[in-house]
Structures are given as C-alpha cells and as structure tokens.
C-alpha cells in the first residue's frame, strides 16, 4: 500500500468529501484521514435527541457543481433535516462518488510536519503510520472539539454521561429519568425539548440565556422540492452572491427608518415564516447598530415572555445581556413550551452557580440536584481546537498554536504564511460558520482547487501565503469585525467559551459574495498573495 500521494486531506464530512472530488479532478492521488467510522463530520458525532440543521435542507447540500445527478436524485423529507438524514445524504453521496476506497475511517492525524528539505508534508496517525504528500488540506470542521468544562468533582458522578458533540450511535433512553442538561446554546435548545418527553424530572441549567427563534420544520411538499429543483442555477447563484450564502430577499434598511407598527408588522412575518428570515430578512443592521437591534430583541424577548407561563422563567430565559445576532441564535422548536411541563425546572448559573459535580448529581449553593444522567451540552473549541490538537508543524518546525497564539493569522482564511502547501477549507478568517457551509465549502475547496491546479500547470510545487498579503488580510478582517457588535458579546465566536483564548472575531464577517469576490480576483491575478515556485529537488 502506498505512502505516499499528492495530497492528504483531513476529515470526510462536507469539506472533506468536496475536497477529496476536486482534487480527483486534477487527476491527484488523494488519501483522506478522518477520525469518525465512517462519512459525515459533525453529522457523524452529532447524534443527540432533536439534533436538526438550521439551515434549510434545500439549500443545506452541494450544488450542482458537485454532482448535478445527486442534486437531482436526492429530495429532502423535512425543511430542516434531522441528523440521521444528513448523514444518510453524505453517505448517499460518498457511495454515488465511489468516494470510500480514498479514505482510511477510524484514524486520527497525531502529527502533520512540512519537511522542508523535501517539500513535503510527513503526517502521523494515531495507528502508528507515516504517509507524506504534497498537500495538506484540512477539511476538520469549525466545531468539531468537544468542550467539557473543567467542572470540580467532574470524575466523580457516578450515573450516565453524555457531551451532546460525542453522542452514543445508539440511542438513549432517557425514560424515567432525571436528568441535568448543562448547557442551552444551539444544541442545549434542540436536545431540551426532546428529552423534556422522556425524563421524568429535567433540571436545566442556564449560564446566558439566548434570542431562540422558532425554527417551524415541517414536512416537505414534494411539489415545493420540484419548484426549487428547477430554479436551482438561479437559487445557487444568489446564494453565492449573499451575505450569508441563502438565497434569501436580504433587506437593505435600517429597522429605524420604519415605524413601530411597520416594524412589528415585518417582525411578525418574518417570525411566522421561521428560521434566519427574521434575522436576514427584516433589516440589514443588526450587527452593526445597537439601537436598531434592540428592536429585534426587545421583539422577540416579548415572544420568550408570552410563550413561557411563569413569569419568573421567563424572565431569565430573555436574554438582556447582548444584542441579538451577537451570538449564533439557536432555531428552537418546542424550547420555551417545554418550561410550561411539570416535569422541567431552569436554573439560572448565574443566580445559582455549579460547586460541583458530585457522585450523585450537581452541587449548588443552594442544594445538590440529583439525577441519574447528565448531558454536558457545553460546545466546543471552535475554529482552532481540532486545528491544534493535530500537531502541525510548518517550516523551521514552527507549531501551528504558537503562530497563532495572540489569535490566527491567515490569507483569506485558506492559508496561513509559513506552512507551505498547507490549505484550510472554512479556516479562521474566511467565512465559515457566519455562512450556510455547504455553499461556502463548495467555494473554499474549488478556489483551493484551482490554485493547486495553478502550480501543477505552472510547474510550481511550493506554495505560501506572503507575510504581508497575510497581514493586509488580517487588518481587513479585524477592521470589520471592529465595526460591529460582536466583540462586545461573549460567544463562541470571539473565542470567549474557552478559558485562555484569544479574543478576537474567528469568522470573516464581510459576507459570501464579497469574499468569494475577492478570492476570484485573487485566482484572476494568479495567485496574488501567493509565493508560487519550483522547490524540489531532483
Ligand atoms: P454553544 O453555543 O457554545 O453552547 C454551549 C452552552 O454551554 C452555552 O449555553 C454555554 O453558556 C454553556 N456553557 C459552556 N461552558 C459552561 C460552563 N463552564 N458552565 C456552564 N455553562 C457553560 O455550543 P453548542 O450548543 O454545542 O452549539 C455550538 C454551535 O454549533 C452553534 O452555535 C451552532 O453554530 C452549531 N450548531 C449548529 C446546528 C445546525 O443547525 N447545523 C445545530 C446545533 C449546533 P454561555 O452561553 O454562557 O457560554
């Protein structure tokens, strides 16, 4: 068996399946290491009860540049799909690719070290095994490194435990039960609701409460999937063009410029339709004006009060402590009527904060709440935790985490000056997770493509990003992300979730279509940016 390709990527959901079908393109051997048994990314790991994309299905898969027979073939049960379905979907699309015979499952990257004398990139995997390639390609996903907080007397419980992100493939009971749910971003607000029907007692417990907007899944009708199958070049090319890669009807106004009755009027609409639509297709400056967000927050804090019974609950269940949009607002389906049941109590972390795990259950000040399972629905390291954790080594053996420990450090997110031949798909810096990722991958692996293709056409086997295209590139990225709200708001996005990381915006904020702009005309100018040259020796 060979050692030795053309290129290594890492991962096999989206990113790296996308990747894996370009590169094949350029006639490259390919070889794919991915951690998880089989295809999906986070739809592999992400088995929790409730788990759903919040993107719409339609829109949540690859395009027709992809492969336009799997666009045709595949419909979508649901408007949000569930988890099973995506990861059905990928391995519909791993089988119809003849993807698999690529990529070795079960096999972690322990080390990914730039051989300078070689030009060639030497990875280790956790079985022991050395394979070396030109090119390295992450395809690791932005949330893919579990977070479990460093509770005191973690160790010591005694009943189940589950982190929402490593979920068991089979599914748990949760019957009878009581159960601790810690934890109530995205995920924390999908499972609540489902395990709610199950446990007997569900203690919630909340540190900031967030904007949850009802997602308002619902079968799809076959005659709607027809309609959007054959408006499909249309659909894609506006996504591409969007700020957020939907093809939504984005507003251009400020929710000042409107009246109180016009404002709730469009508010309303836009929230009995479901999904992002409230937040993309209202007004255009809610990340950007504190005055005209506190209208969509005041909105939907009003929605938090009229749905949840006790007026108490609802109170620290409206958040008050950022403006809406500062951080990723789950789509809830269910979240706040399940604080009407019986059978489910919050517990504000602020008001009451976790001692401890004990061996029974979780330790407050005022009581130790016993249950027999807890479900750590903590998050992640995002962005550079799976980036980190797999040794990467650049020239002059410079680690990945140390060039990046003031924050990362990137050329449009793909790349990152001093590791040649090394490419991120939805890296730091590019626009990642403040995007529908299928559309954005689809853009970061074809641009990643065809640079590579650039330099086989060229005869260039060494490419890196210039230190100053790099730096130009992060001054742009920050000079943005200085003009709105997020900094100010701890989130995931800023890196606050993780004790000890930098604090800075990780994704690019200036929207799809400008950046996949920008990229072209980067690819228009060949490569510009980039150091392009012949390195190896004969
Ligand atoms: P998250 O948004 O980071 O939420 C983690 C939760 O755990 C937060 O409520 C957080 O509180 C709490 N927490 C963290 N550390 C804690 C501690 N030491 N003590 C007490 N509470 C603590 O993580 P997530 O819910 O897993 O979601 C991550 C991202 O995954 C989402 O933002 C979204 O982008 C993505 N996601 C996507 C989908 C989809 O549609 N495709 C579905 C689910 C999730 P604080 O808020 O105070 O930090």
Redesign the pocket.
């Known amino acids: 068996m060979s050692t030795d390709f053309d290129a290594i990527v890492v991962g096999a959901g989206f990113g790296g399946l996308y990747t894996l079908q370009n590169l094949r393109r350029l006639d490259m051997s390919v070889k794919v290491f991915e951690r998880g048994g089989g295809v999906g990314g986070t739809w592999y790991w992400n088995r929790y009860p409730g ?5 719409e299905s339609v829109y949540y898969m690859f395009s027709d540049r992809f492969s336009p027979q799997i666009l045709d073939e595949w419909s979508w049960t649901e408007r949000f799909a569930g988890q099973p379905e995506i990861l059905e979907y990928l391995n519909f699309v791993a089988d119809k690719m003849d993807l698999r015979r690529d990529i070795q499952f079960d096999t972690a990257v322990t080390a990914a070290v730039y051989d300078e004398a070689n030009n060639r990139w030497e990875v280790t995997t956790d079985d022991g095994a050395r394979t070396t390639a030109r090119y390295l390609i992450t395809a690791v996903g932005c ?1 893919s490194t579990t ?1 479990l ?1 460093a509770f005191p007397g973690l160790e010591s419980f005694t009943g189940e435990s589950y982190h ?2 490593a979920w068991p493939h089979e599914p748990v009971d949760f019957t009878g039960k009581r159960v601790a749910v ?7 607000v ?1 499972a609540i609701p489902e395990i709610a029907k199950q446990a007997a007692q569900l203690f919630v ?4 409460p967030n904007y949850d907007i009802p997602a308002r899944n619902q079968p799809l009708d076959p005659e709607y999937t027809t309609k959007v199958k054959q408006n499909y070049p249309e659909l894609w090319e506006k996504a591409r063009a969007s700020g957020f890669g939907l093809p939504y009807q984005v507003s251009e106004g400020s929710a000042l410029d409107a009246t109180p009755e016009e404002r709730q009027r469009v508010f309303q609409a836009a929230y009995d339709k479901g999904g992002f639509y409230i937040g993309l297709e209202t007004y255009s400056d809610f990340m950007v004006n504190k005055e005209s967000n506190d209208t969509i927050s005041e909105f939907i804090r009003t929605k938090i009060r009229e749905t949840v019974h006790d007026p108490a609950t609802a109170e620290l269940l409206a958040p008050t402590d950022h403006p809406f949009f500062t951080k ?1 607002p789950p789509l809830e389906t269910g979240y706040y009527e399940a604080f009407n049941r019986d059978n489910v109590a919050l517990i504000d ?1 602020h008001g009451e904060p ?1 001692e401890s795990i004990t061996a029974n259950g979780v330790r407050t000040p005022v009581r130790e709440y016993e249950v027999d399972a807890i479900v750590f ?4 390291d995002t962005m550079t935790g799976t980036l980190f954790k797999m040794g990467i080594r650049g020239r002059a053996g410079q680690p990945l985490e140390r060039k990046w420990a003031d924050g990362p450090r990137t050329y449009l997110g793909l790349a990152t000056h001093g590791f040649p031949n090394m490419f991120m798909i939805t890296g730091p810096q590019s626009p990642s ?1 403040l995007s529908n990722m299928p559309v954005t991958i689809e853009q970061n692996a074809e641009f990643i493509a065809g640079l590579i293709g650039h330099m086989r056409e060229t005869d260039a086997d060494y490419g890196e990003a210039n230190e100053d295209a790099e730096g130009r590139w992060v001054e742009h990225h920050n000079e943005l992300a200085d003009a709105t709200l997020l900094l100010g708001t ?1 989130s ?1 996005w800023v890196g606050a ?1 993780i004790p000890g990381k930098p604090r800075t915006l990780y994704p690019y904020v200036g929207g799809v279509g400008p950046f996949r702009d920008i990229c072209a005309d980067v690819a228009s100018k060949g490569y510009e940016g980039f150091t392009l040259a012949s390195r190896t020796r004969a």
């Open positions: 788990a759903r994309c919040d993107s949330i977070n907080p929402t992100g810690i934890g109530t971003g995205a995920t924390g999908q417990f909340q540190r900031t990723r972390i976790i629905a903590t998050g992640f997770v701890n995931w979730n």
